[in-house]
């Protein structure tokens, strides 16, 4: 009869054990966020996040010249976030970091692209892209374009349309004060 409450608390031990959480299982996270701005008209942000086997695409929109902020849930046209993910990778977003000189210039465009993988956040920004000689800067128009064509915006194009980007913003803002 003694025996019986050492196995009892031996079971009741080995329960409690069994029971709690195991702090040390990552979490499958990834995430990219690539702002473009320009000067007047405003900017545009995707955001690709995996969260374990589930992607999400938001598109966040600051038309500052028209006096707006939007937010969409976006899709891609063709095939998955998962594929706009690779094809982002396959152009080099996690060999990106650190930043372009500044041209001088007062007006104009840039890309910011914050990176999270693996637990490591990279950023990398540049300013006028199109005009800076680095094999970097080249590689972010190319990211830009592989952004635009799936989601459908300007906004990441290299060489957009100043007139077509506002007339984007406008109508994005029209339909966020809906």
């Known amino acids: 009869m003694k025996t019986l409450p050492t196995i009892l608390c031996g079971l009741l031990l080995l329960t409690c054990l069994g029971c709690q959480p195991k702090m040390d299982e990552k979490i499958d996270f990834v995430e990219v966020r690539l702002h473009r701005w320009t000067a007047l008209e405003g900017g545009e942000t995707v955001i690709l996040r995996r969260i374990g086997n ?11 010249r028209f006096s707006c902020f939007y937010r ?3 899709k891609p046209k063709n095939g998955e976030i998962g594929e706009v993910y690779d094809s982002l990778v396959r152009a080099g977003i996690l060999e990106l970091s650190g930043k372009e000189p500044h041209l001088g210039w007062e007006d104009g465009d840039g890309y ?10 990279s ?56």
């Not at 910011?112 to 956040?121: M, N, P, W």
């Open 54 to 64: 589930e992607w999400t695409a938001t598109l966040i929109g600051d038309g500052h």
């Open 72 to 74: 969409r849930d976006v």
């Open 112 to 121: 910011e692209l914050e990176v999270t993988s693996d637990g490591v956040i």
């Open 123 to 178: 950023q990398y920004s540049v300013f006028l892209a199109d005009k800076q000689q680095s094999a970097n800067a080249k590689r972010m128009l190319e990211i830009g374009r592989i952004v635009s064509t799936p989601f459908d915006t300007p906004m990441f194009l290299p060489e957009y349309d100043r007139g077509a980007v506002g007339e984007y913003l406008i109508e994005n803002c029209k339909e966020f004060r809906r």
